[in-house]
């Protein structure tokens, strides 16, 4: 699915143990923008996936946790759609 | 952001009240394919996207709960990195 293209975009989405979920939220935060709860995103160069990548696997236990990214041209190739609250929902106050 | 493009293919993640939790994944799973624990995709015609649109907003409360719809032209615009182990983490298990 799309291996050439030049991904400059990301969408992060996490189910980890909650002892290590500090730790990811911290990695990600570094690289992306909190977006809801488990999951970011933002502009990112593929460079960026990289260390990202590198970093997560430093935190993450590879047998019970689990990390997604998607990787998109830019932030022109989706839509959005939202319902409900988006304001009550950010999450960062849950994370100290 | 593109609101042209003819999208058919969607990611949908969801952050709802533990009462609604189940209503809501039916109501993804009607339209989508479950992806990761509150994260769900698939194709998904544009009609679909609007029915699938108004079914939510019959189970969830709009004040307290969160749903975010991001909507592809199709599954070859995005790439894909997923760490951890994905076996553990489909989550149907876990809702009844």
Known sequence: MGKNFNYNYAFLFYDVGEKRVNKVFKVCK???????????RGEITPANIILLKKD??????????FVCII???????YGEEVL???QN???EDLII
């Open 89 to 91: 929902n950010t999450g």
């Open 71 to 77: 990787k998109l041209m830019n932030d022109n190739v």
């Open 30 to 40: 570094k690289y992306l923008s909190h977006f809801q709860k488990s999951v970011f």
């Open 84 to 86: 409900g609250n988006k």
């Open 56 to 65: 997560l696997k430093k935190v993450i236990n590879e047998n019970e946790d």
